[in-house]
Structures are given as C-alpha cells and as structure tokens.
C-alpha cells in the first residue's frame, strides 16, 4: 500500500494536465474527398481535394506547434505577409469541348499568383524572395519568375478568399510556360499532406499512374476564410487539388469500363485517421435505372443532388468513416460497368504498343444523305531513335489509308442470276438482294512530318573524334615504339691531323 499510494499520485499529476489538453477541442481539421465524372468524351476525370482548416491567425499570434498544417507553407504566411497563394503545375490542355467545364482549371506550366497584405512596403522584393522559397519547397523552376514575366492584373484574379479590399498593387501574377511537370513536383506536394501517402486517398497517388494520363493539374490554394456565420475571427484554409483525366480505352483495353484499380493499380483499405471526413463521390448523373445501361459496384449507400456548374449533378457516394464499407470486402475498388453496348459500342479501338502494334480503330456508322462526317484523331509527335529514321527523313513519314466500306443503295433493282454464269466483274463482292451493293474505299495515305534530328552532327562528332584520336595515338605511338641511338662523337679525319701539325709548327693551338 505504501508503494502504490506514490504510483497512484504520480498517474494522476500525469493525467492531469494531459486531460485538460484532451477536452480543448482540436484547432485543425482535415476533409479529404475524391470526385470521379465520366466524361462525354468516355474518358474519366478524376478530382483529388484536401482541406486543412486551422482556426488560428498567424500573421498575430505566435504559432510555434504545428499539426496538421504544413509547418513550410505556416511560415511563409507569417513571413512574407500573405493574403491568398495560390500555385499550380499542369501538364496538359483541358479540352472543354469534349470534357466539359472543370472544377478548376489552370494553364499548362506553372502559375502563381499572390495577394500580399497591405503592410507589405515593398511587393516586389517579397515576391521575388517568395518565387525563390517555393521553388525549393515545390522542386520547381520558379525562381525563373522575375520582372520581365510577372504582371498586376486589374480585373481578373479577384481574391477568392476573406477580403476587405481590392487594391491590385499587392496582386502579383506570373506564368511559366515551358515548365515541366514529373515526380519531382508531386514528391513535396504529396509531403505537404497530413497523412503523406501512407493512408486514406492520398494512397491512389501513384507517379507512374497519374502521369500517364491525357491531362494532369496539382495545385495549392491558400486563403482566409470565416471561422464563424458573423465572421469575427477568420481561419486559415490549405486546399490541395489534383486532377487527372484518364483515357478509358487505353487503360480498359478499348472498353469504356473502368474502376479504382485500373485507373490507379491501387484500391482503398481505410480513411487517413486524421481526416474527419474522407468520401468518394461518382458521377452518376446519366445513368438511367429503367435502361440499367450502367453497373456502379458496389451499390451506393446514399447520393447527393446539387447544381454544379450549371447543370443539375448526381453523385454517388462512398464514405470511407463507415466500416461497413471496407469491412465487408477489405478494401473498396469502385467499379463501373457497361451492361450492354451504349450507342457508340460497335466502336472497336485496340490502342498501339510502342514498336509492337499501331493503332486500329473501326466505327460503324449510319451517315444521313448530303452529310459530311469528320473523323479527327489526337495525336503527338514524337522523337524516334535514330535507328529508325529512313533515309529520307525529311521527306516524311506515311501513315497507311483509311479503309471506308459501305453498302450503297442501288438505283436500280438487279435481278439475281448464277455467279458462275455471269462475268467475273460483277460477282467480286457477294450481296443478298439487288437492292444495294457493297463498295470499299481507301484515302490516300497521310504524309506527316515529325521532328528530324540534325544528322549532319553525329558525322562532325565522329570526324573530329577519329582526327583527334589519330593524332594523338600517333605521337603517343611513335614515342612509346621508336628505338633511341647514342652516338660517340668522333677524333676527327687525316684532314684534321694534318691541320693540327701546321698549326703546330706555326705557334698556334690546335683544333
């Protein structure tokens, strides 16, 4: 007992303050959210969102423990006097047209824009000392950023945060468009996140899948929001966007079906414990239940309706928080599948291996009289090694023709008669009746031209290399093999003794 009385003591002075610490509400929250729209084009989109909210002002107070906001993006807001960042990296164009309008687009490159604070004496000092610090936060060229590419817009590039004005002397706005998006990018981009890559959404972020896609975007957007409905304290909010548009053929083997693992070869097995919320949301406004042309598995739980962009969305939804969810499988691999062909199934695309296969792509088609179809095809031009250049490369490469094969109605009614009896001509191509024949076109080849190395210098190389060699082994060559020979210097000739007597007799020194 007398032990125990000093253990019990020394549990409750350890408890003590550790128990108020427990019942202070946390100041930082995580929401973390997945948006998943199959596109008009039957190619999928795929929005990543993580919010860090921290109740706190750090341009007053004196923030020294950080814990789920990113302590390098915490001191550049207390440093530099920032209003709003917001940075983006996308590879890529987002094609409207055939995509639909985004949630949030940005140009291909790199884009910052940055609202100050309007104690900040000197904007362009802070700013280029910010372009400086984020490029070796974000491994990117952004100290490239300097007066000659930065600009203050006046109309656009409001601030989309908590502001009190709008004096665009403190708004700085710069783009690089030539800057180059890979896995040095999404490294520290994906080290800003609370739970990093180790749980929850941020698990699907696999290099080698995102960057294998039609358009990549990451961002960062930071911003001062209410912390309250009457706004008397404000909050500061980190959003993390990432969005990527999958080509569905390619990555379903010419099938419009898809799920989490073809698109991203991972699936989920639990929420990131930190998030107090973690959610999955699919499009599924097209789908119809009487015409059950689509398959979402597993059947969601609940939906939600709202208006975005427009249009009237209908989301499934997937909530990670329930255990129900992963428990009953152990992890969750959304699926959506085609139950029967859509309107443009009898479409067949079998994508190309590089220096394996080329491309095949069939539709069949019901053209309308006094119609013109177009059929265009995205494509990139590329370095070939160069091996596999022609002779001519200049001239260009050719791609093979078109095929086009259609049954034309016939103007005339033939009556049938025996094939063996009739001319070879006419019995080429076999037909049922005389009420239409078959025809088979072929468009002439396409010349295209790709980028051509400059030949000319690997033969310069070589002829200064093989010049340079020779004359070096040469020398080295002659040194190393010649055989060197003393010689004795000699007495001399009769000429010279005879000289020697005269010059003797006469008084004077011999030679």
């Avoid at 940055?114 to 904007?123: A, L």
């Avoid at 079998?350 to 009289?369: F, K, N, V």
């Amino acid at each position: 007992m007398a032990a125990a009385t000093p253990l019990a003591l020394f549990v409750l002075l350890l408890l003590g303050p550790g128990g108020w610490c427990l019942a202070d509400p946390q100041r930082d929250s995580l929401r973390e959210e997945l948006v998943i729209t199959p596109l008009p084009s039957g190619d999928v989109a795929a929005t990543f969102q993580f919010r860090t909210r921290w109740d706190s002002e750090l341009q007053r107070e004196g923030v020294s423990h950080y814990r789920l906001f990113p302590k390098a993006l915490g001191q550049l807001i207390s440093k530099y006097s920032l209003r709003e960042l917001h940075l983006s990296f996308t590879q890529g164009f987002w094609r409207t047209r055939y995509w639909g309008p985004p949630f949030l687009q940005a140009p291909s490159g790199a884009e910052l824009w940055v609202w100050f604070q309007d104690t900040v004496t000197d904007v362009d000092k802070s700013w280029k000392e910010l372009s400086n610090v984020l490029s070796g936060i974000f491994c990117a060229s952004l100290n490239f950023i300097d007066s000659t590419n930065t600009v203050t817009p006046t109309a656009s590039f409001k601030p989309l945060g908590l502001a009190n004005d709008t004096d665009h002397y403190f708004l700085r706005y710069a783009v690089l468009p030539r800057e180059v998006v890979c896995t040095e990018n999404l490294t520290p981009w994906k080290k800003l996140l609370p739970c990093s890559s180790k749980a929850g959404l941020s698990v699907l972020l696999k290099a080698d899948r995102l960057f294998h896609t039609s358009y990549h975007s990451q961002a960062v957007h930071i911003r001062p929001v209410c912390r309250n409905a009457r706004c008397t304290s404000i909050s500061w909010e980190l959003r993390q966007t990432l969005s990527v548009v999958f080509d569905a053929f390619i990555t379903g083997q010419g099938k419009k079906d898809w799920s989490l693992f073809r698109m991203f070869s991972r699936t989920l097995t639990e929420p990131c414990p930190l998030a107090s919320e973690s959610r999955v949301y699919v499009d599924i406004t097209n789908y119809n239940q009487d015409n059950e042309t689509l398959e979402v598995n597993p059947p969601p739980t609940t939906t939600y309706q709202d208006v975005i962009l427009g249009t009237r969305k209908t989301y499934a939804i997937y909530d990670l928080l329930d255990t129900a969810i992963i428990n009953n499988s152990r992890n969750l691999n959304i699926q959506l599948k085609w139950k029967r062909p859509p309107e443009n199934g009898y479409i067949h695309y079998q994508p190309a291996q590089d220096r394996l296969q080329p491309h095949l792509l069939e539709m069949l088609i019901q053209l309308p009289a006094n119609s013109v179809t177009k059929v265009s095809i995205q494509f990139e031009r590329a370095l070939l090694k160069w091996t596999e250049y022609t002779p001519d490369p200049n001239h260009g490469f050719y791609i093979s023709p078109s095929v086009l094969s259609a049954l034309v109605p016939s103007m005339v009614a033939a009556k049938p008669v025996d094939w063996e009896e009739s001319p070879l001509f006419s019995s080429l191509f076999p037909v049922s009746d005389g009420s239409n024949y078959f025809v088979r076109l072929y468009t002439e080849p396409l010349l295209v031209n790709l980028p051509t190395p400059d030949f000319s210098m690997p033969y310069n190389v070589i002829c200064l290399t093989c010049t340079v060699v020779a004359v070096c082994y040469g020398s080295f060559y002659n040194l190393l093999t010649r055989t060197f020979h003393i010689e004795e210097p000699r007495t001399g000739g009769l000429a010279k003794r005879l000289a020697n007597l005269i010059r003797r007799i006469r008084g004077v020194p011999p030679l």
